[in-house]
């Protein structure tokens, strides 16, 4: 079964660069999930969406980050302007509704470098 | 507002001895809880959860987590660990009736010496 897929894995780009990350969920989950892992902050929670709407985005840093999900197949996080610190790794995660008890599965994230 | 909380950054056991990474939790109703694995340069994998019913909860790779409601605890166990179960180890909860959002604890890294 294909799990999630993340593009690109690496991104390597200079500061006050557009930057977009993309995502296709599992076929069939109704969440998507959007989360960023620092060394310092651990696993922080962006935005999440259900059935393609943004629920949460409390978590998304600032104005240059935006994320949408156009449709239930694929989504993208943008970041513009980029700045170093924005460098981390981004994942995305898919999940069933059920009754909010089915796990979220992961895909193999996005590594950014922003210099 | 729920929260998670691993006590140890680390845990160091040799090959064939128990392994144990610890969990606790904080919701203001009933919780679930999982527990994920992260290998290097990898995503989180899940490993096994708590809805409701038995207190023991087995899941993959030999592992199984135990949930004790009275010291909000949800330790991950495995009886004789592997070279190859040397990761980072996360718990996470979701408050029942909250929205679907998941609570990750700091992650536990544990190394199993041969």
């Known amino acids: 079964d294909a799990g999630v897929i993340q593009s690109p894995r690496h991104e390597v780009t200079e500061m006050g660069q557009e930057v977009t990350l993309r995502c296709k969920p599992i076929s069939g989950h109704d969440y998507l999930f959007w989360y960023r892992q620092t060394m310092m902050r651990g696993l922080e929670l962006l935005i999440y969406?259900?059935?393609?709407?943004?629920?949460?985005d409390s978590g998304m840093p600032e104005d240059r980050f935006s994320a949408k999900m156009p449709n239930a197949s694929f989504s993208t996080l943008k970041i513009q302007p980029s700045e170093p610190r924005d460098s981390a790794v981004y994942f995305c995660a898919s999940s069933l509704a059920g009754t909010g008890n089915q796990p979220q599965h992961f895909g193999d994230g996005t590594r950014l470098s922003i210099l | 507002a729920q929260s998670v909380a691993q006590p140890e950054d680390q845990v160091n056991v040799a090959e064939g001895n128990p392994l144990t990474v610890k969990c606790t939790y904080s919701?203001?109703?009933?919780?679930?809880l999982f527990w994920y694995v992260q290998y290097p340069n990898r995503g989180l994998q899940f490993l096994l959860k708590y809805i409701t019913g038995d207190n023991l909860v087995k899941g993959s790779y030999g592992f199984e987590a135990e949930f004790n409601k009275s010291q909000t605890s949800f330790h991950l166990k495995k009886p004789s660990a592997l070279v190859s179960d040397s990761a980072l180890y996360f718990c996470?909860?979701?408050?029942?009736?909250?929205?679907?959002?998941?609570?990750f604890g700091a992650g536990t890294t544990v190394t199993v010496r041969a």
């Open positions: 919701v203001s109703g009933n919780p679930y």
């Open positions: 969406f259900n059935n393609n709407v943004p629920i949460d």
């Open positions: 996470a909860v979701r408050d029942i009736g909250d929205d679907y959002k998941l609570s």
